[in-house]
């Protein structure tokens, strides 16, 4: 496992075909699959499988494995960083998921099929099944950046519907947490927003909007101008999606700093990340492939929309420093 997680892919064996590698890796998360099926169903109960037997099924069992480790790294960096790591974390689980069998057969009693076991080899089968929603199509790492983004895109929405829901005006943002009767502190001001802190909490809230914004507008340009017919372009591309994935575990950050009882200073630095986050984004987008004339003017929109937020944050903030 060690050495899909940390070893490098190899590099120069050319002619390198995108097509042929899918076909193998596909290949070899089929026959992992199939190679748990026989291995579940072997100690599934009496009699006893034979020792011959059990060294062939794990032998079996090995040669799967490293087959699909051995395809990963057929797979070079120059194909982009981000397909890569969507390639290595479904090997990871694939071979995850097969030490996880394998220990759960050698811990339980050979009475009957256990209720562990079972959902062990369902969950081999689940990782081998999603090569199969690996991002494809043309431009691969195009892909695989947009669906990086479109899944940080994700996130940073859910946080943001649950942050409007909670500052709904006279809504105590513990009602669905907390119980009156099993709690006797309702009237703790601990647990509810102040004027002053709605005040705050509105700059914030204008950050949040401006992340899920930046998200949904660099996802459209990847889609729309993306390409990957050079290494500068698809370095381009991976880097925009390392950064952005920096914004929703940001945004997650701020949002748990607004809750009551509100800490502004945490507040402010909270915000300042994701505001430095967000404008990283916005400066690589522009300087990069995906951003033509016709696209920047909603790039300098959004920065200004992050400053002017942000130089509010500071304003409420100021008396904390």
């Not at 090995?62 to 395809?71: G, K, P």
């Not at 950046?145 to 940073?156: K, P, Y």
Request: hydrophobic content about 40%.
């Amino acid at each position: 496992l060690s050495a899909v997680t940390e070893g490098e892919p190899g590099e120069g064996r050319e002619p390198f075909e995108l097509p042929r590698f899918w076909d193998a890796l596909g290949q070899t998360f089929k026959v992992t699959s199939q190679e748990a099926t026989k291995l579940s169903l072997a100690f599934s109960g009496p009699p006893l499988t034979s020792a011959e037997d059990c060294r062939k099924l794990s032998e079996d069992v090995q040669n799967a494995i490293l087959a699909v480790a051995t395809v990963y790294y057929w797979l070079p960096k120059g194909q982009g960083t981000t397909l890569r790591k969507m390639v290595r974390d479904a090997t990871t689980e694939v071979v995850e998921g097969m030490i996880q069998l394998t220990e759960t057969i050698l811990s339980a009693p050979l009475e009957s099929l256990s209720q562990e076991q079972l959902i062990s080899t369902g969950g081999v089968w689940e990782a081998c099944e999603q090569v199969s929603s690996l991002p494809r199509g043309e431009h691969y790492n195009q892909a695989a950046v947009a669906s990086a983004l479109a899944a940080c895109l994700g996130v940073v929405k859910d946080a943001l519907e649950e942050m409007e829901h909670a500052l709904v005006e006279g809504q105590d943002p513990y009602s669905d947490i907390m119980e009156d009767e099993e709690l006797g502190f309702r009237g703790n001001r601990d647990t509810y927003w102040s004027e002053a802190d709605r005040k705050l909490l509105s700059s914030c809230m204008g950050l949040m909007k401006a992340s899920k914004a930046c998200l949904k507008k660099v996802l459209g340009v990847v889609k729309a101008y993306g390409k990957v017919e050079s290494p500068e372009q698809i370095a381009q591309l991976d880097d925009l999606a390392d950064i952005a994935n920096e914004i929703s575990p940001s945004v997650d950050e701020l949002a748990l700093s607004m809750y009551p009882p509100v800490n502004e200073l945490a507040v402010r630095l909270n915000a300042a990340k994701l505001a430095s986050v967000l404008k990283k984004v916005l400066e690589i987008t522009k300087t990069s492939h995906v951003c033509p004339p016709s696209e920047e003017g909603w790039v300098q929109f959004l920065t200004d929309a992050v400053d002017h937020n942000m130089n509010k944050i500071k304003n409420f903030t100021q008396g904390q420093l």
